[in-house]
């Protein structure tokens, strides 16, 4: 999988969360570099259930030993950090 199909996932995973229509409407637009936890201003409540839907939507378990929350603040940047060997398992 490479890291345009990730951010793909990733942005059908956030649009599938129940908070996505909120956010993006009060945001103008998500884009891969939005920060969801700055800008967006995501709860902890939504980032788990952002992180529910990304495992179901690549129907993979993410291994977050070595992941930040640095790490899940934009898509981008979370694509990235999935692409590493051993983080998606």
Known sequence: MDSEMIKQSLFK???ACSFFEQ???ESG???ENTSLINDLKIESIQLLEYIIQIEKHL???IDFD???I???DTISGLAEELMRPGVLV
Request: no cysteine; charged share 20%.
């Open 13 to 15: 995973a956030l649009s």
């Open 23 to 25: 956010l993006n409407a």
């Open 29 to 31: 637009g998500i884009n």
């Open 59 to 61: 129907e993979k378990t």
């Open 66 to 68: 070595d992941l930040s």
């Open 70 to 72: 640095e790490s899940l």
